[in-house]
């Protein structure tokens, strides 16, 4: 939540602003600003509530004095509300300093209090918990005269999360950052270094970054990169190259983000088996490391959240069933706070697409202090998950920038069939000829997945006639239960319609109640053809709730006879092994969701009140 960008260099600072908050304005978009030093040595700020593009529209009308020294800032209201007042920068220093933060200081209210009884002339001008720092730093400046000190002897005051960068108008060309818990990249070009959330804030410019470390801070000049601890230590940090560019985060002609990035699920899936299948074996590199553990570890526990959590369930199953170790799977929030049980023989897999998700970082920190092994299934290079867990394997779906997450569903129940399909390896549970079949069938599902989205039209037309649909349920049986909860997601986070999902099974313990006629119901059908298939038992499920007036939308195989008498409508998805379905029968619900909110005018990439990286707790 929040997106920062910082700049020093010889080009248009407002213009490198501008484009970085653009790129990562997915993270927030509550209200935007900047602060740039003009050629006059003046600090100027420009900020407004709403999103970036009132900020650029303003600009457009009055341009600012430009310099090649500034900091900029996207927000996702958390102490005050979306209004100019709170949007940063904030001021310190008699407005001689502009600073910007990403995440929580818990304990502001005790700093403002103690900063007013030393000086009772400070004023705030607004509700946020940042302007704290920002007088903070500002005030240590003063009696400094060094911003990185000063930004150093402040957050050891601070409790919480934080990504903070300042500037100040007595040092062109200085901008300095600090992070803990929160996430910063440096970003080095020719004559020009910058600094981001994430790598998207500068991939116009370079794809030369380095990766900030827990607990450091880093100053840029143009020329130099210099990281310290917040002790003071010097630190050298890990560079890294961007493996994509920046068409890869542009829409590329589509109507939105979401709209491509679904078209990418089936690159996801193929990408992220990339060099993981080797004389059709599963080998993950990554894991290798580990494997003298995998082979003895006793249980497994998945955390995410959201999409995460639900591509986890599947997991579950998956594992469960190819690896014969037992899994949990969890709410990375539920699992810290309920003092779960974890030793040496626990592996904890975290999943997540930004790996900067708050609540999953905490659950990764509890379970390495509790003595348990971690790995991170994650699609962020360099993200600060990844970088806490003993083994990280990278999704790579790309940069998924729409708030609602679909091709990194796709990549991260991929990886987690390879983590099930790598294990049964090396605990030998899966015999060679199953694991092949299941190998070459994984290989194949790129190309079903691109027959399914040729269904597109039709759930356009569909979502049409839907428009006015009040709620909507969503219906699946083992695989086809997360499948259930991940479409009833897409529709609350899009289309803002009230959406369950539930276990088929569960229906007739209480949520059949719901159903009167007219009541849509999406059913995700198994396959008939499948092994152990709970065909029967779902089209059952169906019956009983069309007696009662529901109206059955139908995600079903191709050509399924059994289900067309029941279903209003059937999505039809190509044959696959009950394993592989899910993958192939989501794709239908989040094209759907994404019409539905499309035709109801709304803002499918940036959904009301939600961000894509939700870096607080
Ligand atoms: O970055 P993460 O994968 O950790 O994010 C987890 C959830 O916040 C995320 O999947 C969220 O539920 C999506 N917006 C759902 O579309």
Not at 442 to 462: N, Q, T, Y
Request: glycine share 10%.
């Amino acid at each position: 939540m929040c997106g920062i960008v910082g700049y020093v260099g010889n080009g248009s600072s407002v213009e490198v602003l501008l484009g970085g908050l653009k790129r990562l304005e997915y993270r927030g978009y509550d209200s935007a600003g900047i602060a740039v030093l003009d050629p006059r040595g003046e600090l100027a700020v420009r900020k407004h509530a709403g999103k970036l593009g009132i900020l650029v529209d303003e600009l457009d009308a009055v341009p600012l004095s430009d310099g090649p020294t500034g900091i900029g800032h996207t927000r996702w209201a958390t102490h005050g509300g979306p209004t100019d007042a709170n949007a940063h920068p904030h001021l310190g220093d008699d407005g001689r300093l502009a600073l910007i933060h990403n995440g929580i200081i818990e304990n502001f209210a005790e700093l403002r209090e103690a900063l007013l009884a030393e000086h009772p002339d400070t004023v705030f001008t607004s509700e946020t918990d940042t302007e704290v720092a920002a007088h903070l730093v500002g005030n240590a400046y003063r009696a400094s005269g060094d911003l990185t000190e000063a930004l150093r002897e402040v957050v050891q005051t601070l409790h919480g999360a934080f990504t903070l960068l300042v500037m100040h108008k007595d040092l062109p060309g200085v901008v300095v950052g600090a992070r803990r818990n929160s996430p910063l990249v440096i970003g080095l070009g020719e004559g020009e270094n910058f600094l981001g959330s994430d790598v998207a804030a500068f991939i116009e410019h370079t794809r030369n970054a380095m990766a900030i470390g827990q607990d450091q801070i880093v100053t840029i000049t143009p020329d130099t990169v210099t990281v310290i601890d917040f002790d003071g230590n010097p630190v050298a940090p890990e560079a890294f190259t961007v493996e994509w560019d920046a068409s890869a985060a542009d829409k590329g002609g589509w109507s939105s983000f979401m709209a491509k990035e679904v078209t990418e699920g089936p690159d996801a899936i193929a990408n992220t088996l990339l060099g993981r299948v080797v004389d059709g074996e599963v080998r993950v590199p990554e894991l290798e490391v580990l494997d003298d553990e995998l082979a003895t570890i006793e249980r497994i526990v998945l955390i995410g959240c959201g999409t995460a959590a639900y591509s986890g369930l599947l997991g579950k199953y998956a594992i469960e069933r190819w690896a014969r170790v037992p899994v949990e799977v969890e709410l990375s929030h539920e699992f810290r706070y309920r003092d779960p049980v974890l030793n040496d023989r626990t592996l904890v897999v975290s999943i997540s697409q930004s790996g900067e998700t708050m609540d999953t970082l905490m659950a990764v920190k509890y379970a390495t202090a509790e003595g348990a092994r971690t790995v991170s299934i994650c699609n962020t290079q360099g993200a600060t998950i990844a970088r806490e867990s003993d083994a990280v394997v990278y999704t790579h779906a790309g940069p998924e920038i729409a708030v609602a997450s679909t091709k990194a569903f796709h990549a991260q129940v991929t990886a987690l069939y390879l983590l099930g399909l790598h294990l049964a390896r090396v605990r030998g549970t899966l015999a060679a000829d199953e694991a092949a079949e299941l190998i070459a069938e994984l290989s194949g599902l790129p190309e079903k997945l691109a027959s399914v989205l040729e269904a597109h039209d039709s759930i356009r037309e569909l979502a049409h006639w839907m428009t006015d649909a009040r709620s909507v349920l969503f219906l699946g049986r083992h695989v086809g239960y997360p499948i259930a909860l991940e479409g009833a997601l897409k529709l609350k986070e899009l289309a803002y319609i009230h959406a369950e999902g539930f276990a088929a099974g569960e229906l007739k313990h209480g949520p059949i109640a719901l159903i009167e006629p007219g009541q849509p119901v999406f059913v995700i059908v198994p396959s008939p053809r499948a092994e152990d298939s709970l065909h029967a038992k779902v089209v059952s499920n169906i019956q009983e709730i069309r007696a009662r007036g529901a109206r059955v939308l139908a995600i079903a195989e191709q050509g399924d006879a059994a289900v067309l008498p029941y279903a209003d409508v059937v999505i039809p998805i190509p044959l696959a092994t009950t394993m592989f379905e899910p993958l192939l029968a989501i794709t239908p619900l989040h094209l759907f969701a994404m019409e539905l909110a499309s035709a109801k005018g709304l803002d499918v990439d940036q959904p009301r009140n939600l961000a894509k990286s939700v870096t607080v707790e």
